[in-house]
């Protein structure tokens, strides 16, 4: 999944991005409500942590012009105002969940898991494919009760196909899925990913198909015509 996090308290921005980065999400960071505007249209996130008391722009307006363009991503709004005003204004601008300052990380963390389910309900546990099952909390991949050995970002592209079984998912989507701003990562290290997960998950029955030109294509084996 791939995070923005606008958060303009260096101690706090650095907590969050370690503990998003440790849970295997692709993360962003800004301290600029500016900033976090531009990218809100730019790039497709899974989800926003956005602080509210932002310098130039403030949080509730780079919240409320997102709304406007009708972006639906999920935002967990974070607030050292913890007055049930600004809790309402939050809401009202189109906030998912609102947490004040100071919060604990574990806490933060479970109202992501819980914002990212409600968004794809299809990724709350597990997802199964011939017989390859992905363990999506966890993080891992079975052939039968077997684990599968993947690096964190072969399972990302596990993850970003699985998402999209049968249905052709280009690169340059899944670089987007994958790496944030400060991450160089190319194409070419995606076609690697790719060529050491297809051969791990060959044996559970599922294939990655190459769709030349476009991308690649998640399936189980004998079912490409
Ligand atoms: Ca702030």
Same mark, same amino acid.
């Given at each position: 999944m791939r995070l923005l996090i606008v958060e303009d308290d260096p101690l706090i921005a650095d907590g969050l991005i370690r503990a998003m980065r440790a849970s295997g999400h692709a993360v962003d960071h800004?301290?600029?409500?500016?900033? @976090?505007?531009q990218a809100l249209r730019q790039y497709p996130y899974d989800l926003?942590?956005?602080? +509210?008391? #932002?310098?130039?722009?403030?949080g509730l307006d780079v919240l409320r012009r997102l709304r406007a363009n009708r972006s639906g991503v999920p935002v967990l709004v974070l607030t050292a105002r913890d007055s049930l005003d600004d809790r309402?204004?939050? +809401?009202d601008a189109g906030a998912d969940d609102y947490l004040a300052k100071p919060f604990d990380l574990p806490e933060l963390e479970a109202r992501v898991r819980a914002l990212l389910r409600r968004q794809q309900p299809s990724l709350s546990g597990r997802?199964? +494919?011939?017989e390859l099952v992905i363990d999506v909390n966890g993080r891992s991949a079975y052939h039968g009760n077997r684990r599968i050995e993947l690096s964190s970002r072969e399972f990302g592209v596990l993850e970003v196909l699985a998402r999209r079984a049968g249905r052709v998912v280009g690169k340059d989507q899944m #670089?987007? @899925?994958l790496t944030g701003w400060d991450e160089e990562v190319g194409t070419n290290a995606i076609e690697v990913y790719v060529h050491r997960l297809r051969k791990k998950i060959e044996p559970a029955g599922v294939n990655i198909r190459t769709v030349r030109g476009l991308g690649y294509l998640l399936d189980k084996t004998g079912e490409d015509g």
């Open positions: 800004t301290d600029s409500g500016v900033e @976090a505007d926003v942590i956005l602080d +509210l008391g #932002l310098p130039r722009m403030d309402v204004a939050g +809401l997802m199964q +494919l011939g #670089l987007d @899925a």
